[in-house]
Nanobody, 124 residues
């Protein structure tokens, strides 16, 4: 499974961005696709995830109500729509795939494959 994240950029506080994660290769085994982020000097943290087949989702409390994760199976793409962005949302955002389980884990080590990150910068 290969993943390619895109869509990051510079946005003002209160603005919106939609990140995309293109999934290729053995997409039938990418059971869960998750979004994580890592701010400078901080550990990588879970943002949201979706099951590839059923569309079941989960999101972190820090983004709940502001972020929505969706997937387009025809395009093999998972999206992260982020609204009401805050400066503390500034980070490199990564998408990742878990091929082992249909459970949505928030742990970094539960995900087998990672894409390169895309930088999101929110100015105040």
């Amino acid at each position: 499974v290969q993943l390619q994240a895109s869509g990051g950029g510079l946005v003002q506080a209160g603005g919106s961005l939609r990140l995309s994660c293109a999934v290729s290769g053995r997409t039938d085994s990418a059971y869960v696709v998750g979004w994580f982020r890592q701010a400078p000097g901080k550990e990588r943290e879970f943002v949201a995830a979706i099951t590839w087949s059923g569309g079941r989702t989960s999101s972190a409390d820090s983004v709940k109500g502001r972020c929505t994760v969706t997937r387009d199976n025809a395009k093999n793409t998972v999206y992260l729509q982020m609204n009401s962005l805050k400066p503390e949302d500034t980070a490199v955002y990564y998408c990742a795939a878990d091929r082992q389980s249909l459970v949505i884990w928030a742990r970094v080590d539960a995900y087998d494959y990672w894409g390169q990150g895309t930088l999101v910068t929110v100015s105040s």
